[in-house]
Structure formats: structure tokens, C-alpha cells
């Protein structure tokens, strides 16, 4: 597998709400002062958001912006 252009990391609210958010180490198009944010349910534990991170980050190559051709 290539090396990752990225990885997801768990963001906490005051010990609230969860969201994972992917830092990108290469630019692949968002505008400036944008970020990938996936927000979890409500109730969503920490330690769950970690499993989600870390399953991302050994299981994906890459994140991209395609445009779609219709």
C-alpha cells in the first residue's frame, strides 16, 4: 500500500460530543480554511470513535476530490 495522504483523528467537545476529522498531508483541493469532518450520533463514545479512527486509517489509501462527469 502507498504511504496515506492523511489521517483521521478523534476531536472531543468538552468531553461532549465526539467527531473524527481527517488532516491531510497533501493538498487535494478543498478551499482554504476547509476541513473533513464525520460527526457520530449523538451518545457516541470516545473510545468508539477511536475503533472508527483507527479502522479508517489501516483500511483506506487516500482521500481525493473528483468531479463527476456527467
Known amino acids: 500500500m502507498n504511504k496515506r495522504n492523511f489521517v483521521v ?4 467537545s468538552n468531553g461532549d460530543k465526539s467527531w473524527l476529522e481527517v488532516e491531510m498531508h497533501e493538498d487535494i483541493g478543498l478551499d482554504a480554511g476547509k476541513i473533513i469532518v464525520m460527526e457520530l450520533p449523538e451518545g457516541s463514545q470516545f473510545d468508539e470513535a477511536e475503533k472508527i479512527a483507527n479502522f479508517l486509517n489501516n483500511n483506506l489509501e487516500n482521500f481525493s476530490i473528483k468531479t463527476l462527469h456527467k
Do not use: I, L, P
Open 9 to 12: 483523528t478523534v476531536k472531543e
